[in-house]
């Protein structure tokens, strides 16, 4: 979950959620411009928080009951294993570009933990195998992966509110391109992209959203519910070229 504490709460942005908003701005992108496999690199972003763990127990609460922001988990070796696989039971390319992400992900981290470095050399010899049976090129697949981890990185900048205001820009992350891209609020509200990266020239997504009053949790069966009783809220930005 993507956690932030608002004055009434908690505001909760479902990881999923977040995965579908950057599919929103993915979809548009400069038609000259796209990956190969377009629909199927679509799908792979759409999905690439998938796999989390079950909501039981207390997988889903900080220690103090509070529900958990997902940058305070470290990693889940499982949650990517499950994550790839629905990715390979839809194609290769799919697997591939979910494989990637866990590889830029958690490749800093190499040599902390036996376990996780199984798991990484596991992905190098499946994104050979993977490039090879979608008779793909390391630049095609290193491109159409630039663009996930853009979008990507675009929808948790929106998810996480940390646009600068008074017109200050923030570095998004270098696209597919190797440009770096930077993003910031404009006199009006709306938000702008510089470099442009889009098709038209104005860009509406929105993302769903739970406020919650509570502040402790005794299970996940508690904040669970909670969420889904909460009332239905959705956020929503609007991008126009300069």
Not at 218 to 230: F, P, R, T
Request: hydrophobic content about 40%.
């Amino acid at each position: 979950m993507i956690v932030t504490q608002i004055d009434t709460g908690w505001q909760v942005i479902h990881q999923q959620a977040h995965g579908l908003l950057a599919m929103q701005l993915a979809l548009h992108w400069q038609v000259g411009k796209r990956p190969i496999n377009w629909v199927e690199t679509l799908v792979a972003l759409t999905e690439h928080d998938d796999g989390q763990t079950k909501w039981e127990g207390r997988n889903h609460l900080t220690t103090a009951g509070a529900p958990m922001h997902f940058q305070i988990l470290d990693y889940s070796v499982e949650q990517c294993k499950n994550m790839i696989d629905i990715g390979l039971q839809k194609s290769r390319w799919n697997a591939l570009m979910l494989s990637m992400h866990t590889s830029f992900l958690y490749e800093p981290k190499r040599g902390t933990d036996k376990a996780l470095d199984v798991f990484l050399d596991q992905q190098v010899k499946n994104q050979a195998k993977w490039r090879k049976q979608t008779k793909t090129t390391k630049a095609e697949v290193a491109y159409a992966y630039g663009f996930v981890q853009w979008c990507d990185a675009l929808s948790l900048i929106l998810c996480m509110d940390q646009v600068p205001p008074e017109g200050r820009r923030l570095e998004v992350s270098p696209g597919p391109d190797g440009i770096p891209y930077y993003i910031y609020q404009q006199p009006d509200e709306t938000l702008c992209l510089d470099p442009w990266p889009f098709e038209e020239s104005s860009v509406t997504a929105h993302v769903e959203l739970f406020q919650l009053s509570q502040l402790v949790f005794k299970n996940d069966d508690e904040l669970y519910n909670a969420i889904q009783d909460a009332v239905v809220a959705t956020k929503e930005w609007t991008f126009r070229s300069a």
